[in-house]
């Protein structure tokens, strides 16, 4: 069944990093303190948690079971474990949701580069009296927010134009401990600002009265969208670890990283928040607006804002890379495209709809459907629809429909895993991920 010619992860550094690199992203530094902070704080940070460890961990070792057991991307994944066709196309709704998420996270990619190179020139200005809110409309609306995502989606295709182990595993092992030593830095000055207790206590405080079923959702959504779950991503990188990558392990270390790094986020952002009187509840403007001000505050605060938007930039990249590579093994392995034509479609792709997603600030703001402006349209339906399906259906296919003796030599690998372990993410799988999600995801939509 495997195919032993395929492009391998060289380092178990390299599992780590690669996998930690696709988690760690826009979403634990800049989608999850909005999200918290309009959620109830500390009641929105706990369900996080409990879902990570409850839903996110088993759901990652499904994930990682059919790649490395079958050393496909997702659509070949199904197809090989199953002889019947109608499984392979939940591979389809993880490249349907690699692509919409893709394009609109390219939009607010693109922001951290215009907002690094603005950093960067406020050397040269006194930037004392402006009006961020203005600066974020101007930018948002105009051209040079598309110009920005598409010079961000050449990067990114760049580096996966290089390949497996010269492309995706050297770029993130070289950025990730980059981007570890920035964000320790910038808790360290957090924590010394005037008034940072104040910050760390609407972080860690939980308010109840906030949290209703759609803020389960919301919480749901969030943690899969951080884990980079139920699209195939953690499937196709496993599909490049090697036999001997232990996969409960490199679960576990995933998910516990990438909540780290968001609650580091959460350190970073509200103590900053409180202590210059902003507003924490300010939604996605949060980074782009409240924090610019606050960085030109403090003393060092351009170096400050440029290092922020430069370890955004970095944290960016490394989760692109990971969902452009759900397509590239679709087209190269299914299609028999060459990697430099897979690369480029994926990236036309992107660029096409990342651009109709960045003009939806600006001229494309009146065109709703449902309501939605485009960019929220890809946001809510991939993360709050796409990815819990994929994630249920991935967890249900495992649990249930593959053949258990594939489940167990996938999970136990070369190493000894203690037996509780083993039957608690097979019980996991079979009962409450499916359920958890299916609950949460049917109540959040208002059907049940
Ligand atoms: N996990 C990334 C983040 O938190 O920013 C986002 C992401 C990456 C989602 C890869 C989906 C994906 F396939």
Redesign the pocket.
């Known amino acids: 069944m495997e195919n032993k010619n395929r492009a391998q992860f060289a380092t178990r550094l390299g599992v780590i990093a690669t996998t930690v690199g ?7 530094i800049w ?1 999850f303190p909005y999200e918290a902070g309009a959620h109830g704080g500390g009641a929105f940070l706990l369900i996080y948690i409990l879902f990570i460890l409850m839903l996110g961990i088993p759901v990652i070792c499904a994930e990682f079971i059919m790649g490395r057991g079958t050393r496909s991307n997702i659509f070949g994944a199904y197809r090989k474990l199953h002889s019947r066709p109608q499984w392979a196309w939940v591979g389809y709704i993880g490249i349907l ?2 692509l919409m ?1 893709l394009s609109f ?1 390219s939009v607010v990619a693109g922001w951290t580069l215009e907002y690094f190179f603005q950093s960067i020139g406020a050397c040269f200005s006194d930037t004392s009296s402006v009006d961020r809110h203005q600066v974020f409309d101007t930018f948002a609306t105009g051209w040079r927010s598309p110009m920005w995502s598409i010079i961000f989606l050449i990067v990114n295709g760049c580096i996966l134009l290089r390949g497996v182990q010269k492309g995706i595993e050297k770029v993130s092992n070289i950025l990730m401990p980059v981007l570890f030593v920035i964000l320790i830095l910038f808790c360290i000055n957090s924590l010394t600002l005037p008034g940072a207790a104040q910050g760390l206590e609407f972080l860690f405080l939980p308010d109840f009265s906030k949290v209703d079923s759609s803020v389960l959702l919301g919480a749901l959504g969030q943690a899969f ?5 139920g ?3 953690m499937l196709t990188y496993a599909s490049y670890f090697s036999d001997k990558t232990p996969l409960v392990k490199s679960a576990t270390t995933t998910a516990l990283l ?1 909540t780290l790094v968001a609650i580091l986020a959460g350190i970073i952002i509200f103590p900053a928040v409180f202590s210059f009187n902003a507003e924490p509840t300010a939604g996605p403007k949060l980074v782009f607006e409240v924090l610019p001000s606050i960085f030109y505050q403090m003393p060092f605060g351009i170096g400050w804002s440029t290092l922020f938007f430069f370890l955004l930039f970095l ?2 990249l490394t ?2 890379i ?2 452009s590579e ?1 397509a590239i093994a679709f087209f190269t392995e299914q299609l028999g495209m060459t990697r430099r034509a897979a690369t480029l479609l994926n990236t036309g792709i992107a660029i096409l709809f990342g651009t109709l997603c960045a003009l939806s600030f600006g001229s494309l703001s009146d065109f709703t459907i449902c309501g939605l402006t485009i960019f929220n349209l890809f946001d809510y339906v991939s993360s709050n629809i796409l ?1 819990p399906l994929g994630g249920m259906l991935i967890s249900i296919f495992v649990g249930w429909v593959i053949d258990k003796k594939i489940v167990k030599a996938q999970l136990q690998g070369a190493g000894a895993l203690l037996p509780w372990v083993l039957n608690l993410i097979v019980f996991s799988l079979r009962y409450i991920a499916p359920i958890g999600i299916a609950l949460v995801f049917f109540a959040g939509l208002g059907i049940i």
């Not at 988690?23 to 634990?28: F, Q």
């Not at 969208?225 to 779950?229: E, R, V």
């Open positions: 696709s988690a760690v992203g826009l979403g634990n989608r949701a690699s998420i996270y969208f951080s884990l980079s779950l699209l195939g991503t990438d944290a960016s989760s692109t990971s969902m759900i990815l």
